[in-house]
């Protein structure tokens, strides 16, 4: 069996009792995973450089980013990516559509504690409430001028 590496722990438990799984320290898997992190690293050959299987230092990837050694320290390649922000909602109210059909009117804004503006179209009224940015106001009026 040339170039097979046997578990040493294994030959080191006493006799009649059972297997005992070594207790890796924290400050060696967090040395192990920021490895792992580094740009061009195979995670494959950290872990059998170290005697330990790739799986568990898949494990202690997930942990480590999840802050179970401390706040992760990761390379500047190797950051999480960050998440996306929901748009923002805007309140709106549904009004039944009138009888007779319009044209669309201009834009009138009325000026009141709550800051109202209503956009009437041939199918749609748009009331708007609160501060609106100019390109979430330009994308409703696209949108109900077709």
């Known amino acids: 069996m040339v170039g097979t590496k046997v578990d040493k722990t294994w030959d080191e438990r006493s006799a009649g009792s059972a297997y005992k799984r070594p207790n890796f320290p924290t400050e060696f898997k967090r040395q192990l995973v ?28 997930r942990l480590y980013l999840a802050g179970e050694y401390g706040l992760p320290t990761l390379p500047e390649g190797a950051a999480p990516k960050p ?22 009117t201009a834009v009138t804004t009325v000026r009141s ?22 390109d979430m106001l330009r994308l409703l009026i696209r949108e109900l001028t077709r």
């Open 34 to 61: 920021e490895q792992s992190f580094e740009p061009g690293a195979s995670v494959a050959l950290i872990a059998r450089s170290n005697d330990i299987n790739a799986n568990l230092l898949f494990k202690w990837r």
């Open 83 to 104: 998440t996306q922000q929901a748009p923002s909602l805007l309140s709106v109210d549904v009004v039944a559509e009138a009888a007779s059909h319009t044209p669309p």
């Open 113 to 134: 504690p709550e800051d109202l503006c209503e956009i009437e179209f041939d199918r749609a009224r748009l009331r708007v409430r609160g501060n609106v940015s100019p």
